[in-house]
């Protein structure tokens, strides 16, 4: 699976965001976490290969989620779509 590694000065979380390449709001949450120099990997499940998106669907069926953006944090909490202040309480941001 091609997983982007997202360097960032914010380390207290792990973040993993679930996206489309061609998705507006998941091109917004990537630029959200980066501006906020949050530490973050995603993967972009429209490209991954046919397998790699069947263990994806399979994670995120664990969790009801059908809709991208979708990011996990800490491995226990799931916030579906762009929502800025949810991620920021998440995360801790101000």
Not at 11 to 23: E, G, I, N, P
Request: aromatic residues 8%; positive net charge; contains cysteine.
């Amino acid at each position: 699976m091609d997983v982007v590694k997202v360097p960032g000065d914010r380390k207290d979380h792990q973040v993993f965001v679930y996206a489309l390449s061609t998705c507006g709001w998941c091109k917004r949450t990537k630029k959200f976490l980066k501006d906020n120099k949050v530490h973050h990997e995603y993967v972009d499940v429209d490209m991954a290969s046919p397998e790699d998106r069947k263990k994806i669907e399979s994670d995120l069926h664990k969790w009801n989620c059908h809709a991208y953006p979708a990011v996990l944090v800490d491995g226990k909490k799931l916030i579906i779509g762009f929502k800025a202040d949810e991620i920021k309480e998440a995360l801790g941001l101000r």
